[in-house]
């Protein structure tokens, strides 16, 4: 049965846990590998680790803070986070990882997509957009890179579609605009990138209640939801969220 996913993400920094709102103003929510230890066992998918200053530092995703991820979790694995090379594709996939996630490296240079997916298959590679809306652009929404510091200029939309065409096996668009707010997803957005593709497309940034994840697949077309304040803060359980998918006709697994 194809079902919805409820994803949990996991923003690090320094190694540590962290949530904000519109990609500032951190707080430090722990441990990653505790956290995601207990998001597998109460029934998570998959789950989502992305060291989000990495690119901004210029340096590699911390390779400790996912083995100690990799090693608590019995559920598949995506990590972003300045990943740059296919050798720091593999070595990710060697320490267990299930997924990598691009961002501003597949913007800067498209072609490290086509070589990834040549070398592991397109299900391992996800690209992830940041958005911003832009109506200066045909869709409204703008491509930002550097976690989220630098606008590109590149239409979202037409970026999805560039994706799709370079092979890559999924997309993870997350709105800068409502990121941690939870006020819900940007349905806009997100409808109009899953509408544009045939790839699985994970809603990303704004998750508050409930309703807002049924909402990003009713609405928004998302095959999968990606959660973080609504989970990290205690709001509502894995459990929760699956039973209230269900129960408005939603396939998931329970």
Known sequence: ?????????????????VKGINFVDLKDMGDPAENAAAYSEAGADELVFLDITATLEARKTLLDAVKRTVDRIAVPLTVGGGINSCGAIEELLSLGVSKVSMNTAAVRNPDLV??????????????????????????GFEVMVRGGTAGTGIDAVQWARKVQDLGAGAILPTSMDTDGMQTGYDLAMTRAIADAVF?????SGGAGTLEHLYEAIDQGHADAVLVASIAHFGKFSIRQMKEYLAGRGVPVNL
């Open 1 to 17: 049965m194809d079902y919805r996913r409820i994803i949990p993400c996991l923003d690090v920094k320094h190694g540590r846990l």
């Open 199 to 203: 790839l699985p497309v994970i809603a």
């Open 114 to 139: 086509r070589e990834a997916v040549a070398q592991f298959g397109g299900d391992k590679i996800t690209v992830a957009i940041d958005t911003a809306k832009n109506p200066t652009l045909p869709s």
